[in-house]
């Protein structure tokens, strides 16, 4: 039996409609694929370096002939979307715009009042790690430094960053105001030590240490007390408690006990002015003071008003009363005299007594008088019966805050807000100080 020429015919025919039918199903999975993202093909080229906080960063997209910025604007939307990133870090607060290059971002690197940004620099200047990268080529000299910061640079939208960084060495000071600064820092502080040494700038308040008779009081090179003696021609002689002559050039004036308010005060002022203008000068930024430097600021200084108040009244007080007493010690001698010509020897001892207790009380009195310093520490942290827990308290969290306070704005370049909890704090341990020393001979 012979086969039908058709059948050839009908194969063929059926194997072409089997591959249209595959190229078609092959067409339309291909149809059904999302089309590539030209946003993704994006990278970043370049950045300009070293740059310096408070200037101008540029950073370029790779390929100027094929990847222009206002192309990645388009798939942004808008410029303002457009965001800088260091180390990862979206720096939301600085505004991109576009650079004389077609390929070229500009951004201004400075403090601003967006919170991501304000913790984006906190981060990047806190301090200097062992992990911190470096400069491309830079192997061999090192990375990081306290004048200059290796960073990533990169930009992006929708708060994720382009695939490609560049890198850039940042600097958030230069050496020559570091070390004017440093300079200008450590001068003040001489001289605000030898003010306070030669002044009564954070002494206690009232007249000079005298001695029993009224005199000045001089020390001489080995600390000794000597005494000034002005004799019948006007002239001032110095002589040491054995009678020896002491010249002038040997000796230097007994000074008042130090304060520890006004200190305290003092120490204040120094590291919020210190601090601020560090802060100034590392980023330009003026930032207003927070809540709590303003807070501690106003504790020091009222603890300085109310204990100048206090010893200014117990002062004034005190003399009123010592003339009062010294007028009642005349009237009691009197009288014993009188008792002793009339031989009444009951008279006698009532009397001696009064003289006694007036005589305690006047001497209750001059113990108060400024007395002179032992030292600036012993000043601060105790009275006349020694150390005291009141006073070696306030000292001791003043210095505790103060340091910690230091190393915040070193380390975040921010002047730090701490919660209410430390001013709390300060304001109890102030309050303490105030409340006891009416039960303290000496001032400050």
Not at 23 to 31: D, G, P, Y
Not at 147 to 168: C, E, I, Q
């Amino acid at each position: 039996m012979k086969r039908s020429p058709a059948c050839p015919w009908a194969w063929r025919v059926a194997i072409a409609l089997l591959v249209l039918m595959l190229t078609s199903a092959a067409s339309a999975q291909s149809n059904d694929q999302p089309a590539a993202n030209p946003c993704a093909s994006f990278e970043v080229g370049g950045a300009s370096t070293p740059v310096d906080l408070g200037v101008d960063l540029s950073v370029f997209l790779k390929d100027a002939d094929k990847q222009k910025a206002e192309q990645l604007v388009e798939c942004a939307g808008s410029l303002s979307s457009i965001t800088l990133f260091l180390n990862g870090y979206p720096m939301k607060g600085i505004s991109a715009r576009f650079g004389p290059a077609e390929n070229q971002f500009i951004f201004h690197l400075a403090h601003t009042d967006n919170a991501d940004t304000k913790n984006a620099w906190a981060a990047l200047l806190g301090g200097i790690k062992d992990s911190d990268p470096v400069m491309p080529g830079e192997a061999n000299t090192g990375g990081s430094t306290p004048y200059g910061r290796v960073v990533s640079v990169s930009v992006g939208f929708n708060d994720r960053p382009l695939k490609s960084t560049a890198w850039t060495r940042l600097h958030p000071i230069r050496r020559l105001s570091a070390w004017l600064f440093l300079i200008g820092l450590l001068f003040a502080i001489a001289m605000l030590i030898y003010m306070a040494r030669r002044s009564g700038l954070i002494r206690d308040i009232g007249p000079d240490p005298v001695d029993d008779a009224g005199n000045r009081l001089y020390r001489n090179r080995r600390g000794k007390l000597v005494t000034r003696i002005v004799g019948d021609d006007g002239k001032a002689t110095f002589r040491d408690q054995d009678g020896n002559l002491v010249l002038p050039g040997e000796v230097k004036p007994v000074m008042k006990t130090y304060s520890l308010a006004r200190t305290q005060l003092a120490f204040w002022v120094v590291v919020t002015l210190a601090t601020f203008f560090f802060i100034w000068l590392v980023t330009t930024d003026r930032q207003g003071l927070p809540t709590f430097v303003l807070g501690i600021l106003g504790i020091s200084a009222a603890t300085s008003v109310g204990s100048t108040l206090i010893d200014a009244s117990r002062r004034t007080g005190s003399e009123s009363d010592r003339d009062a007493l010294q007028a009642q010690l005349t009237q009691l001698q009197t009288e014993l005299a009188a008792a002793t010509t009339a031989g009444d020897a009951a008279k006698q001892a009532a009397i001696n007594r009064q003289i006694k207790e007036t005589e305690d009380a006047i001497k209750r009195i001059d113990d108060f008088k400024p007395g002179p310093t032992r030292g600036f520490w012993k000043d601060i942290l105790s009275d006349d019966t020694g150390v005291t827990i009141h006073r070696f308290q306030i000292v001791a969290w003043t210095i505790v805050l103060g340091i910690i306070f230091t190393l915040t704005v070193i380390n975040t370049l921010i002047m730090p807000n701490y919660d209410g909890t430390l001013l709390a704090l300060m304001g109890i341990s102030s309050g303490a100080y105030i409340s006891l020393k009416p039960t303290e001979k000496q001032g400050g």
